[in-house]
C-alpha cells in the first residue's frame, strides 16, 4: 500500500491506496473529518463524515452509501455523553431508498420501495 498527504486550503487530504479500493481521507480544521471509500475502478463510494467535540469525542457521523442501480442509504448517527465522558444516549436514523430496473431498452430506474426508520439506543 501506498500513503501520501497534499493540503487543499487549510484541509489535509490523506491519500491511502492498496491493491482492492482506494481510501481518501479529507480531514477539516474545525474538528469535521470527511472519509471517502472508492472500491477499485467500480463507480461504487461511500462517504462518510465525522464530527468531534473539543475533547476529540465523536459526537456525530453521517454515512452516504450510493450503490448504483441498487440503493442509497443515508445513516445519521449522533453520540452525546454524561458528565464523567461516558456514551450516555446513541441516536440513529437510516433512510434507505431502493431502485429497480426494468424494460427492454437500457435501464430505466425507478424507486418502487422507500424506507426510513429511526432506532434509539439508550445506555
Do not use: C, M
Request: glycine share 6%.
Amino acid at each position: 500500500s501506498t500513503n501520501f498527504y497534499y493540503y487543499e486550503g487549510t484541509k489535509l487530504v490523506r491519500v491511502e491506496t492498496d491493491d482492492n479500493d482506494i481510501t481518501i481521507y479529507l480531514s477539516y480544521a474545525d474538528n469535521e473529518t470527511n472519509i471517502v471509500w472508492k472500491y477499485g475502478d467500480s463507480e461504487y463510494t461511500r462517504q462518510t463524515t465525522r464530527r468531534y467535540d473539543e475533547a476529540g469525542r465523536l459526537v456525530y457521523e453521517k454515512s452516504v452509501s450510493p450503490d448504483p442501480g441498487a440503493e442509497i442509504e443515508e445513516s445519521i448517527i449522533t453520540y452525546e455523553y454524561d458528565d464523567e465522558g461516558r456514551f450516555s444516549k446513541i441516536t440513529t436514523k437510516i433512510a434507505t431508498k431502493y431502485y429497480k430496473s426494468f424494460g427492454y431498452s437500457g435501464f430505466d430506474y425507478q424507486p418502487y420501495y422507500d424506507k426510513h426508520y429511526e432506532k434509539l439506543f439508550e445506555y
